[in-house]
């Protein structure tokens, strides 16, 4: 319950706080909505010198349309997602997946940029944002830096974020007017982290595929993407067999740890299943 | 190793002033420097909500927020909702309809219901369910703080409500 003593610093613009990440270096970390750090703080699995607050960087929030783009700030808190009338119209698979993370008051403060930052495989932003194909800002002393989520995370609490760089905005291509999506996620209860969950989004076209994306949460190291499953759909029609066929191919690239949740067998049937319901589920959203 | 911060924050309306450790949790400075034990601890896992309080417009685990972040900010706990020695609505219908036993709790159910009702005054049992699934219960199974949440609704709408607890029967309907 009680973290170590730490250093407390509140910058007020951007910069202030990359000059402080890069003074302090490793001893320092960065608060966000401050409930996946100040949980492992309390715990003492993270000792960190320095705590560098973005609380008030007020250029680090909202939710806008920019061209063919939704742009988020890094430091949107999650209720403020499943609250955007823009998101609800235009990218409904984030308010979707929004919803099923944490609870009300977790959704208060905890944000998009610090679910994706922290790299825990549990957290659903990750396998959503590979889903939207969305690309993510990363600010650094030296500029910014534009990056693909497909291939941001690099194993358990890991990503390609520098240490002394900052993720400022997530950009969303906004999906195509009659795009389906879904995210389909089995978790004990609510508020908990997914045993497995996957991530849909879908367009169909004179009664085929023609895009599509499945990710996949809590399966493997990181989140990831079932290329092979998306592979074996596209120009091809969604029946059945074809989502059987996807399902497979998508738990052929679990990897899952074992714990409370199941065993590895368990989750990766469970990884399959949640491919196949997102994919139906997706599939009845989408204009065909 | 590291210096203590004067923290000024709105406690209920009123100024409050603090002197703290960046490390110290808002939940320990309400409870052991403002001495609001209304807000408790359930859990060191952020999970149970008994700790609730309204922070700047927001339901918020004080748990999990450091004091040193209160800086500027309105903070409401359950000490806060009676106005005038009136109870609110939502106090009111945890009474009349049986929404607590142990009442550990309830000053984390009440805040964050209060929330609730201000952002949506006529949820149904689902959206009550879960909008209020951030905090934990052991006694009552929840079926009863539904229907409290629905009673304070009902009554925060004007609309009628049927008082028939002893403690409230005397001055009320």
Redesign the interface.
């Known amino acids: ?8 610093h ?1 910058p007020r613009t951007l910069s202030d706080a990359i000059g402080l990440l890069n003074e302090h270096g490793d001893s320092a970390k960065l608060l966000a909505g ?2 996946s750090l ?2 492992m ?3 003492r699995f993270a000792e960190p010198d320095h ?1 560098i ?1 973005l ?1 008030k960087l007020t250029e680090l929030k909202g939710i806008r349309e920019a061209g063919k783009e939704i742009r988020i700030g890094s430091m949107t808190t999650e ?1 403020e997602l499943i609250w955007s009338t823009l998101l609800q119209t235009r990218c409904p698979l984030v308010v979707e997946g929004a919803r099923q993370i ?5 959704r ?2 905890g944000t998009i940029g610090g679910d994706i930052s922290h790299g825990d495989p549990g957290n659903d932003h990750p396998a959503l944002m590979i889903a939207l194909n969305a690309v993510f800002v990363l600010q650094g002393e030296h500029g910014e830096r534009v990056v693909p989520a497909d291939g941001f995370f690099l194993g358990t609490y890991m990503t390609t974020l520098d240490p002394g760089e900052i993720m400022t905005e997530i950009r969303i291509p906004i999906p195509e007017a009659g795009a389906g999506s879904c995210y389909a996620k089995l978790k004990r209860k ?2 908990d982290f997914a045993t497995a969950a996957a991530a849909v989004t879908l367009r169909m076209s004179g009664g085929t595929v023609s895009d599509v994306r499945i990710a996949l949460t809590n399966v493997a190291q990181t989140a990831v993407r079932a290329t092979d499953a998306e592979q074996a759909l596209r120009g091809k029609p969604l029946d059945e067999s074809a989502i059987a066929e996807a399902a497979r191919l998508a738990m052929a690239v679990c990897d899952p740890v074992a714990d409370l949740r199941g065993d590895v067998e368990y989750k990766t049937a469970m990884a399959g299943e949640m491919t196949r319901r997102a994919l139906a589920t997706a599939y009845s959203r989408a204009a065909h | 190793m590291s210096k203590k911060i004067m923290v000024s924050f709105r406690l209920n309306g009123k100024e409050t002033d603090v002197v703290v450790e960046p490390r110290e949790l808002l939940i320990h400075t309400l409870r052991e420097k403002c001495l609001h034990t209304g807000p408790h601890i359930g859990c060191e896992t952020s999970h149970c909500g008994a700790c609730t309080v309204d922070f700047d417009g927001m339901s918020v685990k004080s748990c999990t927020m450091l004091t040193v972040q209160a800086e500027g900010a309105e903070v409401l706990t359950v000490e806060g909702l009676a106005q005038g020695g009136e109870l609110h609505a939502l106090q009111e219908g945890f009474m009349q309809e049986h929404g607590l036993q142990c009442g550990f709790c309830t000053p984390g159910m009440l805040m964050r219901a209060s929330r609730l009702l201000q952002e949506n005054p006529d949820p149904d049992e689902e959206e009550i369910r879960y909008w209020m699934a951030g905090n934990l219960c052991r006694c009552t199974g929840y079926q009863n703080i539904v229907k409290a949440v629905q009673y304070a609704a009902r009554k925060l709408r004007g609309e009628a409500v049927e008082t028939s607890h002893p403690l409230m029967t005397a001055d009320t309907h």
């Open positions: 319950m009680i973290p170590r003593p730490f250093e407390y509140v401050g409930h100040l949980p703080m309390k715990l705590l607050d609380g209720n944490s609870d009300p008051q977790v208060y403060r609510t508020g």
